[in-house]
């Protein structure tokens, strides 16, 4: 097959979980999949990570492997490792923190020299002494890390011929890690969501139909800190608090369900389970507002807020990670700690009981989710994999290194007539280096506009 210019179209092996795998990332792969399947430039082919060693045989132009920090994304990292692979590969790194991926993978389930090995090619030195501690001494509790410490995702930043991140936060860590990387910053998509009137909504889902409802929607987990929003809603006058549901699995004998029965909140909270589709968009049509905390981050973004955002839900957040990246527009920022309660409980009453407050912060997160519509996105994508696919993503990464070599010098501060970039100083000594060293092909680099 051809396209409308006679170009064969790119072919790509999308490596990445898809409903219904239960992932953080599976509906996001699901979203952005079919609107690069639906590109004529692009010729997509998908597989889960069980069967990345497939896509690696299919002899495709480029792979596009979605990798988080979960077991299930260990067959993709071995494949993006493969010594035979001559498939160039783009990554898009949904947590920079990969350490729990290759602990639960290899190291408990009796894996230790992989582990170590991983931990090695991710840190050097640090990594082997580190692994050292663990094979001679006592087994340190790798749950409970810094997560930062040893992120263990520089091995899959280094064997990708580009790296995506959904954040200025991982770009900045990739690039930290590992300056000389082709790294880009592609911001999550936002679907359009079907949507249900508010009375049916609540109905369905066996919530009031008189007072202000608020929802947190995901993975339930202790990063989520839904104690911290239980504990804001019961330090409100049962007349000021607003209904909240949570969607996602909670199991019978869960802490959380003890502490509402404990704390008289029966009347004022319904834990909805794990969510079908159809159900999660009932739960923002019935909403008046979000809140979706987080901490420890990984260096994730969330999906589900950025589907909240653009659903046009204001959102309470916590202020750290990704989330600081935000518009304070729509987005409400809660420290972490201190009176990090206090300060939950009332933004919680004033987004429920403010409706004029509550109107024109949803107004403002569907405006941003604007420019960030899937096919937008997929075109993103499909200029860093045809970059990656005429070999052009690893000498693109050269200019990072140089801007920021030149940058230790003193070029390119800012100044009255300076530039604002430090991009433009790395594109003029890269220019430099062809023309005295012919480090790069001078031919090929005026066909490309890389600016």
């Given amino acids: 097959m051809t396209t409308q210019s006679g170009k064969r179209p790119l072919s790509i092996g999308f490596i990445g979980p898809f409903p219904p795998t239960r992932s953080g990332i599976a509906d996001y792969d699901a979203e952005i999949f079919s609107s690069l399947s639906k590109n004529s430039s692009l010729s997509a082919v998908s597989y889960e990570p069980g069967d990345a060693e497939k896509a690696l045989r299919a002899d495709h132009d480029v792979l596009l492997v979605q990798i988080g920090n979960d077991p299930l994304h260990a067959p993709s ?84 011929e580009a790296v995506v991140a959904h954040s200025a936060l991982v770009t900045g860590a990739i690039l930290g890690e590992c300056p000389g990387t082709r790294a880009l910053t592609i911001p999550q998509h936002v679907a359009p969501a079907p949507r249900t009137p508010p009375f049916e909504a609540r109905v369905a889902l066996g919530l009031p139909r008189d007072r202000p409802v608020g929802i947190t929607l995901g993975i339930v987990s202790p990063a ?21 549901f949570v969607g996602g699995a909670v199991a019978e004998d869960d802490d959380l369900r003890s502490f509402v029965r404990d704390n008289g909140l029966e009347a004022d909270v319904t834990f909805g389970g794990y969510l079908s589709e159809e159900d999660l968009w009932r739960a923002a049509s019935a909403a008046t507002f979000a809140v979706n905390l987080r901490y420890p981050t990984m260096g994730e973004t969330s999906h589900a807020v950025c589907r909240l955002a653009g659903f046009g839900l204001p959102l309470l957040v916590s202020d750290t990670g990704w989330f600081r990246e935000l518009p304070a527009s729509f987005a409400e920022k809660i420290p972490i700690g201190g ?37 937008r996105i997929a075109e993103a994508y499909r200029d860093v994999l045809e970059e990656a ?31 604002t970039s430090r991009g433009p100083d790395g594109t003029l000594l890269a220019e430099v280096a062809v023309r005295a060293t012919g480090i790069l092909p001078r031919a090929q680099e005026e066909e490309r506009d890389f600016s």
């Fill in 224 to 244: 989520k800190r839904i104690g911290k929003i239980l504990e804001a809603l019961a330090s409100l006058p049962p007349e000021r608090r607003p209904f909240l």
């Fill in 389 to 419: 696919a005429a070999g052009w993503s690893r000498p693109r990464g050269t200019f990072g290194r140089v801007a920021e070599a030149v940058a230790c010098l003193g070029v390119g501060r800012r100044g009255i007539h300076g530039a």
């Fill in 339 to 375: 009176d990090e309660v206090a300060r939950l409980a009332r933004a919680m009453e004033r987004l429920a009981f403010e409706k004029d407050l509550a109107l024109e912060r949803g107004c403002a997160a569907a405006a941003w989710a604007v420019p960030r519509r899937p096919e």
């Fill in 77 to 160: 990292v071995e494949a993006l490792f493969d010594p035979e692979r001559r498939t160039p590969a783009v990554v898009v790194l949904h947590e920079f923190v990969l350490h729990h991926l290759f602990a639960a993978a290899y190291l408990t389930r009796g894996r230790a020299e992989d582990y170590a090995r991983e931990l090695e090619r991710a840190h050097g030195a640090r990594g082997r002494a580190f692994a050292e501690t663990q094979r001679h001494g006592p087994l340190v509790p790798v749950w409970d890390l810094d997560p930062w410490l040893y992120p263990m995702s520089a091995g899959v930043i280094r064997a990708a």
